[in-house]
């Protein structure tokens, strides 16, 4: 397990992760804009598709590490939020999260495929533009919440001293 370099108890890519949340949240509002206020919908697009990339390789190497090389628990064990066999804040903030997080990977895959699906790779707007904007904006708000939900648990686990 490599150290992480934000100066916490977090391992490497719980850090990649945080500082990659921190990337894509503006980039997701920029996005918004882009297509609500320019009407550049190529350039949403292009932006929607590269941030879904980067999240398949940022969470996938996540899961990798955290699955297979890294226990979390060991790491959190000196928050004064964590204690091992109970339940505490750190445990409910993990829950938390990824009641927002799991739902939110499944709409925007929704969201994407759909928006390939209806508008092809062109663009265009047509009648699905409606529905998608209501699933894009809920797709937005849940990325928005998957965010703060998991920097609330890593600040909990990883980051808070007695």
């Given at each position: 397990?490599?150290?992480?370099?934000?100066?916490?108890?977090?391992?490497?890519?719980?850090?990649?992760?945080?500082?990659?949340?921190?990337?894509?949240?503006?980039?997701?509002?920029?996005?918004?804009?882009?297509?609500?206020?320019?009407?550049?919908?190529?350039w949403?697009?292009?932006?929607?598709?590269?941030?879904?990339?980067?999240?398949?390789?940022?969470?996938g190497?996540?899961?990798?590490?955290?699955?297979?090389?890294?226990?979390?628990?060991?790491?959190?064990?000196?928050?004064?939020?964590?204690?091992?066999?109970?339940?505490?804040?750190?445990?409910?903030?993990?829950?938390?999260h990824?009641?927002?997080?799991?739902?939110?990977?499944?709409?925007?895959?929704?969201?994407?495929?759909?928006?390939?699906?209806?508008?092809g790779?062109?663009?265009?707007?047509?009648?699905?533009?409606?529905?998608?904007?209501?699933?894009g904006r809920?797709?937005?708000?849940?990325?928005?919440?998957?965010?703060?939900?998991?920097?609330?648990f890593?600040?909990l686990?990883?980051?808070a001293?007695?």
């Amino acid at each position: 397990m490599a150290a992480g370099f934000l100066g916490t108890r977090g391992s490497f890519m719980l850090d990649v992760v945080v500082v990659a949340m921190a990337v894509i949240i503006p980039a997701l509002g920029a996005s918004i804009c882009l297509v609500r206020f320019r009407r550049a919908y190529t350039w949403h697009r292009r932006l929607q598709l590269s941030l879904a990339g980067l999240l398949v390789l940022a969470v996938g190497a996540f899961e990798v590490e955290m699955r297979m090389m890294t226990d979390w628990t060991e790491l959190a064990a000196p928050s004064p939020y964590y204690s091992s066999g109970t339940w505490n804040a750190v445990n409910l903030s993990l829950i938390v999260h990824l009641l927002f997080a799991v739902p939110t990977l499944l709409l925007w895959i929704f969201v994407i495929v759909q928006a390939i699906r209806q508008f092809g790779w062109s663009g265009q707007t047509g009648t699905y533009g409606r529905q998608h904007a209501f699933w894009g904006r809920l797709a937005s708000l849940g990325m928005l919440m998957t965010a703060v939900t998991g920097w609330l648990f890593y600040w909990l686990a990883f980051a808070a001293v007695q």
